[in-house]
């Protein structure tokens, strides 16, 4: 189960929908080891695209000193879709490489009749995909 803060919950939003119609892309850093997510850092999708997000190669090594500066790991790593339901593409499968991250999908598309997005967790282990309950609260 990903437990998020009501504050990062509306942060990822609020990124996904600026970036609409491009898909937006970024992670929440937290503690080594923890798998709690402290600290949104927006990204820059270097595709600037409606259906890829790329992270730009000198903002992800930025990011990556940071984290190991900081004693921190990606522990969301998140993206938009913009035009399908909020769930991993074979392409997002194939480069989920971090094991113990959270893949967050925020669709800007009304795709189920219930709003203008939709907020969903996956774990992504070796191809496998398993979707994962979203518990929102206040504070840790």
Same mark, same amino acid.
């Given at each position: 189960?990903?437990?998020?803060?009501?504050?990062?919950?509306?942060? %990822?939003?609020?990124?996904?929908?600026?970036?609409? &119609? +491009?898909?937006?892309? #970024?992670?929440? *850093?937290?503690?080594?080891?923890? #798998?709690? &997510? !402290?600290?949104?850092?927006?990204?820059?999708?270097?595709?600037? /695209?409606?259906?890829? =997000?790329?992270?730009? @190669?000198?903002?992800?090594?930025?990011?990556?000193?940071?984290? +190991?500066?900081?004693?921190?790991?990606?522990?969301?790593?998140?993206? @938009?879709?913009? *035009?399908? !339901?909020?769930? &991993? /593409?074979?392409?997002? %499968?194939?480069?989920?490489?971090?094991?113990?991250?959270?893949?967050?999908?925020? /669709?800007?598309?009304?795709? +189920? #009749?219930? #709003?203008?997005?939709?907020?969903? /967790?996956?774990?992504?282990? !070796?191809?496998?995909?398993?979707?994962?309950?979203?518990?929102?609260?206040? *504070? =840790?």
């Amino acid at each position: 189960m990903l437990t998020i803060t009501q504050a990062l919950y509306d942060q %990822i939003v609020a990124h996904a929908r600026e970036d609409h &119609p +491009d898909e937006a892309c #970024g992670v929440v *850093a937290g503690p080594v080891g923890e #798998g709690r &997510p !402290e600290r949104f850092v927006p990204m820059l999708n270097a595709a600037r /695209s409606p259906t890829f =997000y790329e992270f730009d @190669s000198q903002d992800l090594l930025k990011l990556y000193r940071e984290m +190991d500066d900081r004693d921190e790991e990606p522990a969301v790593i998140y993206h @938009s879709h913009t *035009a399908t !339901e909020a769930h &991993p /593409s074979r392409t997002d %499968i194939t480069y989920a490489n971090e094991p113990g991250a959270h893949y967050v999908l925020v /669709s800007t598309a009304d795709t +189920d #009749g219930v #709003g203008d997005f939709q907020f969903r /967790s996956f774990r992504i282990l !070796e191809g496998e995909v398993t979707e994962e309950e979203v518990k929102v609260v206040e *504070a =840790y």
